[in-house]
């Protein structure tokens, strides 16, 4: 004791408490002994001679380690936090607004920079639209109530429109993103305002506002024109006939999936990652990213609407990329409209596409004991009408051959109907289905299946 080393002793030292005890002690008492010590000295200089420091070492000394109750309730708070953390990592956590006690500050900045500011900005509306209600505070819930006002019909005018942009295929508006002095004239400004007013008045009822288009008879209008039409109405401005067009990338695969019996209608959830080609996330991530590699879902996440697809921007899912779907790198409030082969093979040759039509041809095979039934029975799922005599004609030939074909090759049928994941029905004949799958395959091809 008091050594350094056995050649050299330490220099200006002093004992001053030495203990023996024939057990051997706990952790927690050793660290009592060794803090008791410091904390007896503590006591004995009296509080008013300690500083704020060792004031509050000597109330932790004590809190910690003698007061009995303390240790107790830390110890349940402890426990109470660890089950906190527990039931959090089990769920999402969700961030939301909120909005600060003190108003937002802005200024006009000089030449932009940063650090040179000018007047300060008050929140405010444009002038040529109604004024925000003065006695209410500059906040966002104030905005969204200017939104909506009665007097301020910019934002019911620009909501129908969109409306009738999805519907129709192009707004009263065409410029739907620009309804300013760049942007074109209404094609109908009397229907664009009423409709506004409309929609405003029944309490912003989508579900409304869209029935009421549908039934509409501007709507309900065959897509059939004649020589007259194409000369006045070249572009279907004026709604002389129903409406054509592709559908969008999204309503495609629902659609196919819809029919077949495959879509799975759960509501809300995380992301799905559904079908997609290999690779196409490899190609462009960079390494250690979470998003590296694109591991496929199972089971009812197949199936789920293509809302719920998990959507990597640098890789957009192809099969609705080649749809014209925005990759989301910027808002897009109106969709290009193209038409490619690309397309047709997606249709013919994705699983997602081959895997519905085998579903449908099974669902055609259960439903009707004839060819003809079952022809029938998936022209009125696909065009929602049964097929037209010279229709029919051109069907059944089609079928006839796919069903010569693969009653001759049994490993292609095989193959083919155990595209994707879910399993064929094994008390069905293969070559049977495999010809209906093939025919159902062709059907979702249709100009009349995919346009709306």
């Known amino acids: 004791i008091g050594q350094r080393h056995t050649t050299s002793a330490m220099e200006g030292t002093a004992i001053q408490d030495v203990r023996v005890y024939s057990r051997e002690l706990p952790s927690t008492e050793v660290a009592d002994i060794a803090t008791g010590t410091r904390a007896s000295w503590l006591v004995t200089k009296g509080t008013a001679k300690l500083s704020v420091p060792e004031k509050d070492e000597l109330f932790g000394w004590w809190l910690n380690g003698q007061d009995q109750q303390f240790r107790t309730l830390s110890s349940k708070v402890a426990s109470l936090n660890s089950e906190i953390s527990s039931i959090r990592s089990r769920g999402t956590s969700a961030y939301v607004m909120h909005e600060k006690s003190e108003e937002a500050m802005a200024f006009i900045l000089a030449r932009g920079d940063y650090d040179k500011r000018k007047d300060k900005c008050t929140p405010a509306t444009p002038a040529v639209l109604p004024a925000m209600e003065t006695k209410a505070p500059a906040s966002r819930i104030t905005l969204a109530k200017w939104l909506v006002q009665a007097d301020n019909p910019l934002s019911s005018r620009v909501t129908v429109n969109r409306f009738w942009q999805e519907l129709f295929g192009s707004g009263i508006v065409r410029t739907t993103g620009d309804f300013g002095v760049t942007g074109e004239l209404p094609s109908n400004q009397a229907l664009l305002d009423w409709m506004s007013v409309e929609f405003r008045e029944n309490g912003w009822d989508i579900k409304k506002f869209f029935k009421m288009l549908v039934s509409s008879a501007t709507y309900r209008q065959s897509s059939v024109t004649t020589a007259e039409k194409r000369f006045k109405d070249p572009l279907n401005r004026l709604v002389s006939r129903g409406p054509r067009f592709r559908m969008d990338a999204e309503m495609v695969r629902d659609y ?26 490899e190609a462009v991530a960079m390494i250690g990213s979470n998003t590296r590699d694109y591991v496929r879902d199972k089971g009812e996440s197949l199936y789920r609407r293509s809302l719920y697809t998990f959507w990597k921007r640098a890789a957009p899912p192809a099969s609705l990329e080649i749809f014209n779907a925005p990759n989301r790198e910027t808002c897009a409030v109106r969709r290009e409209r193209t038409d490619t082969p690309l397309q047709a093979l997606v249709t013919l040759n994705d699983i997602q596409f081959v895997e519905a039509a085998r579903a449908m041809a099974q669902n055609a095979y259960k439903a009707g004991s004839t060819d003809d039934a079952r022809i029938d029975y998936i022209a009125r799922k696909l065009l929602a009408r049964p097929l037209k005599p010279s229709e029919l004609t051109v069907a059944k030939r089609s079928f006839n051959k796919l069903k010569s074909f693969y009653s001759n090759h049994a490993k292609d049928s095989n193959d083919l109907i155990h595209t994707g994941e879910s399993m064929p029905d094994a008390s069905l004949p293969a070559d049977q289905i495999a010809a209906y799958t093939m025919f159902c395959n062709q059907m979702l091809n249709l100009d009349e299946v995919l346009n709306k």
């Open 256 to 281: 196919a999936l819809e029919t077949s019996g495959l879509l799975v209608k759960k509501i809300g959830g995380p992301s799905v990652k559904p079908y997609q080609p290999e690779g196409v996330w």
